[in-house]
């Protein structure tokens, strides 16, 4: 059974940072490619990072310079290390695994960034 569980939002102030994780089971994780998603109160979900399993990233150009992600290949991990954090920031942030044929998600983390 494939699982994706995120974790690590939360409350934070602008400018603050958070990193998230997200654990994923029942997979070959190194054959998968791994994203971040967010998806903002009456906003449609977007794509934040990616992470392929040949090891490019790329990044949406509202978070290049503050954004990084990350993987661990032997913990089937994928991290989320946000600075410089923003209201706009403010979401449910997704995990996904994906090939070029399948994607499976997480059920979502919740980062709200405000005073």
């Known amino acids: 059974q494939v699982q994706l569980v995120e974790s690590g939002g939360g409350l934070v102030q602008p400018g603050g940072s958070l990193r998230l994780s997200c654990a994923a089971s029942g997979i070959l994780f190194s054959l998968h490619n791994m994203a971040w998603h967010r998806q903002a109160p009456g906003k449609q979900r977007e794509l934040v990072a990616t992470f392929t399993r040949t090891g490019t990233t790329n990044y949406a150009d509202s978070v290049k310079g503050r954004f990084t992600i990350s993987r661990d290949n032997a913990k089937k991990l994928v991290y989320l290390q946000m600075t410089s954090l923003k209201p706009e920031d403010t979401g449910v942030y997704y995990c996904?695994?994906?090939?070029?044929?399948?994607?499976?998600w997480g059920q979502g983390t919740q980062v709200t960034v405000s005073t």
């Open positions: 996904k695994a994906y090939t070029n044929t399948w994607d499976f």
